[in-house]
Nanobody, 125 residues
């Protein structure tokens, strides 16, 4: 299984970038997908997640500026990032998790939680 993230780069404050994450070895349509980021000296944080049914959740710091989407036919997810700020500077990672729900209890299936290699996003002030 491979998740290949791309699209990072250097952008000025207020600019936009679109990250892509292409999967091989799994069918993304079966997986909950997400973008997470980690800045130097900080813990990894959730940026945005999208379920197999298309339900989306965004982190408070990016709400209204970032949007996650998925194209199951291309086995790819995207993160559209607008109005970028210097505090958005981080390595961005994509994640695929196979979720199993029993009643109202859902959990990640052991061994089916995958991470991409990360792509650097740098926002200059």
């Amino acid at each position: 299984v491979q998740l290949q993230a791309s699209g990072g780069g250097l952008v000025q404050t207020g600019g936009s970038l679109t990250l892509s994450c292409a999967a091989s070895g799994i069918a993304l349509s079966d997986y909950a997908m997400g973008w997470h980021r980690q800045a130097p000296g900080k813990e990894r944080e959730m940026v945005a997640e999208i379920s197999t049914g298309g339900a989306m959740v965004s982190g408070a710091s990016v709400k209204g500026r970032f949007a996650i989407s998925r194209d199951n036919a291309k086995n790819t997810i995207y993160l559209q990032m607008n109005s970028l700020k210097p505090e958005d500077t981080a390595v961005y990672y994509c994640n695929a998790a196979l979720i199993k729900c029993t009643g109202h209890m859902c959990d990640i299936v052991d061994g089916h939680d995958y991470w991409g290699q990360g792509t650097q996003v740098t926002v200059s002030s």
